[in-house]
């Protein structure tokens, strides 16, 4: 990790600490009782947090999460490689125990992830998963969920929630 990531990080989790639990509060709020123009705020203040967050600064998703692999995922990735998908399987993934029983990554940081340049290796193939994290534009009341989840994994998700919470403090 490079030592200005390492920085970036370290001030992250230190926010996190101060206010995960009050901006999960602020979510499970939201998502009870949505504000009027709440997906039009969203979209708007996610452009804000695309401009101050680079995400090759961070990659801490693919260092310390694992996306979950579509059938499609595995045989498009597998073939990408070369190999069959119940080799591809038996390289890199293990089944989670509950759930769905989806195919995740056995281990952290992501076996795809170039840890010196915090760029994925196979992005242009990369899973479904990956393409759509973290989620920001997506309906807020079937992702408010999703984001209490990666609060204290994503900045960026992080920066959208404590925006949002400012924007809507400034109106009452
Ligand atoms: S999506 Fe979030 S966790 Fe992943 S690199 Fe971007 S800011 Fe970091
Ligand atoms: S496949 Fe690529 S984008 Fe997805 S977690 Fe691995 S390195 Fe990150």
Known sequence: MQKTDAHLLRSFRAKVRSRKTAFKRFLTRLEKKPVRGLQQLIVQKEKEV?????????????????????????????RHFGITVPAFKKKWLKQERGGDRDWINRSTPCQFLDTKSNKCSIYAIRPLDCSGFPHLP?????????????LDSCPATFLLVEKLSQQLASRS
Do not use: G
Not at 50 to 78: G, Q
Not at 138 to 150: G, L, S
């Open 50 to 78: 695309w401009a101050e967050v680079d995400c090759l600064s961070c990659a801490n998703c693919c260092k310390t999460m694992t996306p979950t692999y579509t059938p499609a995922d595995l045989k498009r990735i597998a």
């Open 138 to 150: 997506k309906k807020f009341v079937e992702y408010a969920h999703v984001h209490k989840q990666n």
